[in-house]
């Protein structure tokens, strides 16, 4: 098994490739151990000291360090990714819709702007979230009120030194040239 590897424009995150499919449907973001028990394979890597974040996408897996040099982190990270790959082990833990579920939860909007709403989150499906994607991060829609998109910010993106001009610039821009009812994108 050969697992890529990547850099991401935040210097304390790192994403792996393994050429294999790690989630099916959705994403999953763990920011410490106890979130971690949820998936057999990030529990493996906060197992590993100086990990303190793993994201799931599609057919990637992005780990944040602390305190903790790459060349150090790097061999023992990928070890554990091929270890648990070759065991057959399911990457979550029979929790399969946890992703899709925190997802959704806790959206906030008026029943008034529901067409405003569709239309973000179109425009972060096809157009952000993938473009973010390729730099092993993600960006979910949480809410919209008096004209300001709240976003969460996952993976890589969260904590990334370029991840406000992101928002400001990109997403912002975006949505406002789409969208002229947004006036101003927050992350949460």
């Not at 070890?79 to 899709?100: D, K, T, W, Y």
């Not at 008026?110 to 973010?132: F, G, H, M």
Request: glycine residues 10%; charged residues 20%; negative net charge.
């Amino acid at each position: 098994m050969f697992i890529q590897t990547e850099t991401t424009p935040n210097p304390a995150t790192l994403k792996f490739l393994p050429g294999k499919v790690v989630m099916e449907r959705g994403t999953a973001d763990f920011r410490n151990e106890g979130e971690a028990e949820a998936s057999p394979l990030a529990a493996r890597l906060f197992a590993i000291g100086g990990v303190s974040g793993v994201y799931f996408g599609y057919d990637f897996i992005t780990v944040t360090k602390e305190d903790a040099e790459w060349q150090h982190l790097k061999p023992a990270i990928l070890g554990s990714i091929m270890e648990h790959f070759m065991s057959g082990q399911p990457v979550m833990g029979g929790v399969s819709s946890l992703a899709e579920d925190l997802d959704e939860e806790g959206e906030f909007f008026d029943a008034n702007d529901e067409t405003i709403v569709a239309t973000i989150k179109e425009l972060l499906e096809t157009r952000v979230r993938p473009a973010v994607a390729q730099d092993g991060g993600d960006i979910t829609f949480k809410g919209y009120k008096e004209g300001t998109v709240y976003l969460n910010m996952k993976g890589a993106c969260s904590g990334c030194p370029s991840s406000t001009a992101t928002l400001k610039h990109g997403v912002q821009n975006l949505l406002k040239h789409f969208v002229p009812e947004v006036q101003a994108v927050e992350a949460l």
